[in-house]
């Protein structure tokens, strides 16, 4: 899954549970400070995006990921290692 | 033909008709013309197992007419539908909503009232289970044993646990068992009537019932229901609503109960793989799954136990052929005694007889369906254990036949507990007439026997009910101390017969649900609450004196001040450059020093160097190549880095901002694409829109921080946007990032923010190595990776330097610009009335109050002149561009501010080689948000003091308060 890929799905679910437009949407926008998301949605966002990405989020990892962009990082890494091993 | 549209009228008399009974919706029975389910005597299908059986399909499809063999039939039940199913869980919740807020007092005498009702009709129930196929003893057992259990003693006990009151401190605490509210039971298909009576304890805990029937034997249950239970609700008052009843498919009733908000509780008693499937299922939908499932029951029996007894408990085994639950299925006998108690066994397991159920002599029940009977005991034999009774298949006069309905009472005897172990009977639940002894291996030495034989019992999976027979105290305390693993023990008591406070129901393992246990029904239907009511003021709490435990920790900064600092005042009382109220205003300092002493030697606090305050000076060191910008080679570089670990320190400050030409130029020729205007005013969008969202967030509240709400936000989001970062916390990232570039001298944790910032370039860099994008980090890495212009110490300061030039600038130029605007209403009006003034304007903005004062420490090569004065070499500049651009030699009458002047040149982005890569971006995003903050905040004014940071190079605010006019709904954008 590429970074785009997994963008366009963090999108895709922001607009889904958070109502939020995807035009508004980029790497850099913080779930709290710029789109004012609701604990509880960010929760329940975690949780779905556990099973569509297939990677474990625990809480206290989600608790420090402010922007969309940190969480595309941490998807885009955790499947890395899982796929690589012989990577680095 | 008696149907049950009297209810009040004596039940006895209908017994021996025909009973019907339709769906029991909210305590009424719903008239029905639908399909029916006929229930045929067991007597009948007994006599004639295919003959009864074909009438009963018979009359189950309407093909012919119960007056055919009126004789054979018991009764039938009404089939409910779908609506039917609706209707009965919402005349659940409403009753359960007045039901269960009522009080415990008015609820607990439906106990006593059911149990008069019950005991009133314990014959006609009696009969009827006989006439649903359980031998009489049997039936007169489980009446009993359900009078037992809504006996006082149970039932006092339960109310017990139910509400307890207290007082502390001036409060009134109540514990109560709340009740969870709708709960559907689904009793065996079997024998459901003594089940529903069991559940229906659970209305004294304030639920409402929804009973789901099977349509095997639906009548013993219904008439328990409808007839005594019903009443019984009325007896005290009770909302009709509590209890509903019916007859239907099963996976229909469990599909509407899951998919239902209506429900809350789920009770079922059923197999242990299908209610282990149907606890994730209720978990799923958010209900609680209360399991009664299956049980395999072990009878331990010592060397001094009482034989007679013992055996006449382990008899109960093939009460009812083995169809209840918790019957003894395995006895543990100690090998001393082993063969005495095989033989009475023996004896008396061979003596059962087949027979109707009426027959007070019979204790074998029918069992149509003995599935595993045969391959039970092959596999008995097969693993050498002996099969010493059973085997055969009988009709009621104890004839082999193949349409047999009896399984003839079967006894296997094992040797040895590991033998025992492998065999079916003994790991698994059977349903038919089968009692296995297994007898230990003898030992010497009783205690290890005891040992073994106890470790047996208490690993057992499954978790209803064992027993013990002996007469040693010791062995029954290390029964009662060690096997924990099931609802129930009894010891040289009848196995099965009810026992005053125990319930007949529940345990853990294979038997239960996750949260087995003896299952009271009230109370697993219910779940605590506290509460607590002060009656009068609670008690103050204790006026403790303060006492500080322990010293907090805190880190201070450093502040190790080189010699003469602080300095005097200067003439006429004005601050000292680069002191604290130099900091809140520093242009009358700046005024007066370039009047006086334009090239002036000062002390700051990173030591002493040379001021420029004249516009010409400063900007001729920006273009004199004797003027280095390596802070390595400036004395007050070396000051203002001394606090950062010298390993980074080394590493990191080799970026653009810290070196000379000709290694300046080329670094620039590398970064210069990413800053061409052209390439810039692709981020006027998005700067637009986080200022429009920004503003979108705060414009209902008609006050605010500008600084926190727009300008923060905004330079954090540009910044990283440009680099390609992604900061898991951009506020802690921006807030570190802004204190590095602070007084290193007066920041704790100095070194610690350095290592934080090392850490988040690292991190960005492998990011982008992983997978770059079209952004600043990328460039830089591929400058290093695919083309070798520049070293890795340099990819990671020159990402750590934009760190700090590609935030701070903007947000002082918004910061600034505003309150410039701010503290000038009349020009504020003119750039809101047109916004193309902006043009000229913010250049003016930026010349007013220059966001970065001064540049970073520069350092003489060689002797220079700047006017009269000569600067020694390797001595230290401060290039005041605060000061340049306030010059009245370069710009009249410069402290005001002129949205319409015109005169070019202000050096707040400096001069020359080190001209501000970003310059067009710092622009255009000051631009994009003053404009937008004007057209958006109307009549906006300052609405408190603003509050400048503290800093050494930067002029900017940490506070901006506001206020302006809420614009009506609709009418801005």
């Known amino acids: 899954m590429s970074r785009s890929e997994i963008l366009a799905e963090l999108k895709a679910m922001l607009a889904e549970f958070g109502d939020v437009d995807p035009q508004l949407v980029d790497e850099q926008t913080a779930f709290i400070a710029d789109l004012g998301l609701d604990s509880l949605v960010l929760v329940r966002m975690t949780v779905v995006a556990e099973e569509r990405f297939g990677v474990r989020i625990p809480d206290e990892v989600a608790w420090e990921l402010d922007t969309v962009g940190s969480v595309v990082s941490y998807v885009e890494e955790s499947l890395s290692r899982r796929i690589g091993a012989g990577g680095e | 033909m008696v149907t049950c549209q009297e209810p009040d009228g004596p039940a006895t008399d209908h017994a021996d008709g025909l009973l019907s009974f339709g769906p029991l919706i909210g305590g009424a029975t719903v008239p029905d013309a639908g399909d029916w389910v006929y229930a045929v005597r067991a007597s009948a299908l007994i006599d004639d197992p295919v003959g009864a059986t074909c009438y009963r399909n018979a009359l189950n499809a309407g093909r012919m007419s119960p007056d055919a063999h009126p004789e054979t039939i018991l009764g039938r039940c009404a089939l409910a539908g779908g609506d039917h199913l609706d209707a009965a869980l919402r005349a659940a919740r409403d009753a359960a909503a007045e039901w269960g807020g009522s009080a415990r007092d008015r609820r607990a005498p439906l106990a006593e009232a059911f149990h008069s009702r019950l005991r009133d009709h314990a014959d006609t129930l009696t009969g009827l289970l006989v006439e649903e196929g359980h031998p009489v003893r049997l039936a007169r057992t489980e009446v009993a044993d359900l009078l037992t259990f809504f006996g006082p003693e149970t039932t006092r006990w339960c109310l017990r646990q139910m509400e307890t009151r207290h007082t502390a401190d001036g409060r009134s605490v109540l514990l109560r068992r709340v009740p969870d509210g709708v709960v559907c039971v689904q009793p065996p298909q079997n024998t459901p009537a003594l089940s529903v009576g069991a559940a229906f304890q659970s209305v004294l805990a304030g639920n409402a019932l929804v009973v789901r029937l099977s349509r095997h034997a639906p009548i013993a249950a219904m008439y328990l229901l409808e007839r005594i239970a019903v009443p019984a609700l009325a007896d005290v008052g009770a909302p009709p609503g509590v209890l509903s009843a019916l007859c239907t498919d099963p996976a229909q009733a469990l599909d509407a109960w899951l998919a239902s908000p209506l429900v809350d509780d789920v009770l079922y008693f059923g197999d242990s793989i299908r209610g282990e499937q149907l606890e994730r299922a209720c978990l799923a939908a958010g209900k609680k799954p209360i399991l009664e499932l299956g049980g395999n029951d072990m009878v331990v029996v010592w060397r001094d136990a009482p034989l007679d007894q013992a055996v006449a408990a382990l008899m109960e085994s093939y009460h009812g052929s083995g169809q209840i639950c918790c019957a003894p299925n395995v006895a543990l006998v100690h090998p001393e005694i082993a063969d005495e108690l095989t033989d009475r066994l023996t004896d008396r397991v061979r003596a059962l007889r087949p027979g109707f159920p009426d027959d007070p002599g019979v204790v074998l029940a029918a069992t149509p369906n003995t599935a595993g009977y045969d391959a039970t005991l092959a596999d008995a034999r097969r693993a050498g254990a002996r099969v010493l009774a059973g085997g055969r298949h009988l009709d009621v006069n104890g004839h082999e036949s193949d349409v047999a309905v009896f399984a003839e009472p079967a006894l296997v005897r094992v040797d040895g507990l590991g033998r025992a172990r492998e065999l079916r009977s003994v790991r698994y639940e059977t349903f038919f007439p089968l009692l296995t002894l297994a007898v230990p291996h003898p030992v010497g030495d009783d205690a290890e026997l005891l040992t073994e034989m ?33 609802g129930q023990l009894r010891v040289n008591d009848s196995h099965l017969a009810g026992v005053p406070f125990l319930s007949n129901h529940g345990g853990p393992g294979l038997s239960g649900d996750r949260f087995g246990e003896l299952n009271y029904p009230m109370l697993r239907t219910s779940r605590l609450q506290g509460v607590s009511v002060a009656r009068s003021a609670p008690p103050a709490e204790a006026d403790l004196p303060y006492v500080p435990a322990q010293p907090r920790p805190r880190v201070e900064a450093v502040r ?29 300092t700046l005024h007066w ?57 080394e590493r990191l400050f080799v970026h653009l901002l810290d070196s000379d030409d000709p290694r300046h130029g080329e670094l620039r020729a590398i970064m210069r694409p990413f800053f061409t205007p052209a390439r810039q005013e692709q981020w006027r969008t998005r700067v637009q829109r986080v200022v429009e969202a920004r503003i979108d967030r705060i414009v209902d509240r008609g006050s605010g921080d500008l600084m926190a709400s727009v300008a923060y936000p905004l330079g954090g989001n540009v910044l990283f946007s440009v680099l390609g970062a992604t900061p898991p916390q951009m506020s802690h990232l921006r807030a570190m990032i802004w204190r590095t570039a602070e007084w290193n001298n007066d920041v704790p944790y100095v070194a610690a923010l350095a290592h934080e910032v090392d850490g988040f370039v690292r991190a960005a860099v492998a990011d982008k190595r992983r997978s770059p994008g079209d952004d600043l980090i990328s460039l830089l890495v591929r400058a290093r990776d695919q083309d070798g212009l520049i070293s890795e110490d340099e ?65 003489t090569l060689e002797p220079i002149e700047f006017g009269e004065v000569t600067v020694p070499a390797d001595d230290s500049l401060f290039l005041c561009l605060g000061a340049a651009n306030r010059d009245p030699a370069r710009f009249p009458d410069p402290d005001r501010l002129d949205l319409y002047r015109t005169a070019p040149g202000h050096l707040a982005f400096g001069h020359g080689a080190h001209y501000c890569l970003g310059a067009h971006i710092g622009r255009m995003t000051a631009e994009a948000a003053v404009t937008t903050v004007l057209r958006r905040l109307p009549g906006l004014r300052p609405s408190g003091p603003p509050r400048w940071r503290p800093s050494m190079f930067e002029r900017g605010l940490s506070v901006l308060p506001v206020a302006w006019d809420v614009p009506r709904r609709g009418t801005t954008r």
């Open chain 2, 454 to 486: 106890v470790s047996f019992v208490a690993t057992g999976t499954y978790g209803l009910r064992n027993s013990l027979w002996t007469r040693s105290d010791e062995v029954i305390d290390r029964f009662v101390r060690d096997v924990r693993s099931c």
């Open chain 2, 593 to 649: 020093l370039r009047e006086h002493r334009p090239v002036s030697r000062v002390i700051s606090p990173d030591g002493p160097g040379w001021l420029l305050t004249r516009y010409d000076d400063v900007r001729a060191a920006h273009t004199d190549p004797r003027v280095t910008c390596d802070s390595k080679r400036v004395p007050a570089g070396l000051m203002w880095l001394r606090h950062w670990p010298s390993e980074l320190r």
């Open chain 2, 560 to 588: 190790e001040y080189p010699p003469g600092w602080p300095p005097e005042e200067l003439p006429g009382g004005l601050p000292a450059p680069f002191t604290e109220a130099f900091h809140h205003d520093p242009y009358p």
């Open chain 2, 795 to 859: 990819l990671h300061g020159q990402v750590m330097m934009m760190l700090v030039a590609g935030q701070d600038p903007s947000i002082n130029s918004v910061g600034n610009s505003l309150h410039a605007l701010l503290a000038h209403p009349d020009q504020l009006a003119a750039l809101r009335d047109d916004p193309t003034l902006i043009g000229t304007g913010l250049n003016e903005l930026l010349r007013y109050e220059s966001p970065l004062p001064f540049t970073s420490w520069r350092g």
